[in-house]
């Protein structure tokens, strides 16, 4: 059963083990920058663990845009392991359950971004039910979805 914990300091080192698969690094941060960037805006953002019982496989931050606003979903990556199990698909469902409640504000817009050759995360976010919107930022595309 996949879960979400918030990142603290019982579980902040399992994060930083985490581990991409090669060529990834180019497709997404690694949750030791994530974690930099949510304490920055810690007023506006929630870094989770993904788990698999008492096991993180994985890592994703939502983060609230009060400028648009938004929700903005950000560096989700599972373990280089334990990839192709379903465990990103039934994690971005719980995000997106988490993102309903509105816990930092009101939006119904949810945005994330991928990057244009990853071909398998951008079929994933459209199965789910994201569109891309056209927008490019270098070689990221925005894909959004209304909850």
Not at 2 to 28: H, M, P
Not at 63 to 77: F, L, R
Not at 101 to 123: E, H, M, Q, W
Request: hydrophobic share 40%; proline share 3%; charged share 25%.
């Amino acid at each position: 059963m996949i879960s979400l914990k918030g990142i603290n300091e019982d579980n902040f080192v399992d994060a930083f083990n985490l581990k991409l698969a090669k060529g990834q690094e180019e497709y997404v941060s690694h949750p030791v920058r994530s974690l930099a960037q949510a304490y920055v805006y810690r007023n506006q953002c929630q870094p989770f663990g993904i788990y698999v019982d008492e096991k993180m496989v994985g890592y994703v931050m939502v983060i609230y845009d009060y400028d648009v606003p938004e929700y903005d979903i950000w560096h989700m990556m599972i373990d280089e392991s334990l990839q192709g199990k379903g465990y990103g698909r039934a994690a971005l469902n719980q995000v997106i359950e988490y993102i309903k409640a509105k816990p930092f504000g009101d939006s119904s817009r949810i945005a994330l971004t991928c990057n244009k050759n990853n071909y398998v995360a951008k079929a994933l976010y459209e199965n789910i039910g994201f569109s891309v919107t056209g927008v490019e930022d270098e070689d990221e595309i925005e894909l959004v979805m209304n909850v």
